[in-house]
């Protein structure tokens, strides 16, 4: 950012600090010449560039968001809204950075974390995460911004990665006679982690014809149980 001042000064006068003072990483330079009623004087020798020193970042990244991956793994795609670069308190971009550390369980539960290092600050997202992460595995993403006098609060969200079919649910050893227009199926309720997603309800059809080409279907939304227990559907033909 360039300002131009021009100004009428007295000799025993000195630059105003409001004309002076500029924020952290500004890069700037200066030319002085003197001027009466007659004219005004050459410029002065042309000063070099000088640069106000970093501070501290204070700034927190916003809106930071996690969600599915968009080219089918099993990451995660970490988004923000794009750091001010008037924020950086730096003038020098390349000690500038955002950090992203994901952290979520593994196959078998154990948690396990990343750092993913120095994202170049003017990227609005990144992948993160691993190729083996289960379907719909939460994870938990802690982001800050960065200079080299310093660093920003973080900022924590929370998302899952992608999103499966669910696994085939079983059916019940023991299923009851049905009557003349019941019939009664039992299933065992499935695991969460065999749902692979959102879960939205079990849904049970049968044919009506003897050629399977017209079925009639219900659904029966799933109740929250501790384990593994056998429901009863009552399918009325």
Known sequence: MWFRNVGKYAESDTYPDHLTKFSAGTKFKFRIYTKNRFGKSDFAKEEP?????DSKPTTLLENVRVGPAR??????LVSWNEYPRADYKSYDRSGCCI???????????????????????RESGTVAGWHDSAPFTQH?????FSNE????????????????????P??????A?????????????????????NFTAYKVTAPVDEFNANYQSSTLFRHKFSQI????FDFRL
């Open 229 to 232: 227990l056998p429901l009863v």
């Open 149 to 168: 006098r310093g660093r920003t609060e973080a900022t924590v969200a929370i998302g899952y990665n992608r999103q499966m079919p669910p696994d085939t």
């Open 170 to 175: 079983q059916l019940a050893k023991q299923q």
């Open 99 to 121: 950090h992203v550390v994901v952290g979520a369980t593994d196959a078998a539960g154990r948690w396990r974390e990343q750092d993913w290092g120095c994202v170049d600050p």
């Open 140 to 144: 938990s993403v802690t982001t800050w």
């Open 177 to 197: 006679h049905s009557e003349p227009t019941t019939v009664t199926v039992r299933y065992q309720a499935m695991a969460d982690d065999d749902i692979n997603g």
């Open 71 to 76: 080219d089918g793994s099993s990451k995660v």
């Open 49 to 53: 560039f000088y640069v106000t020193p």
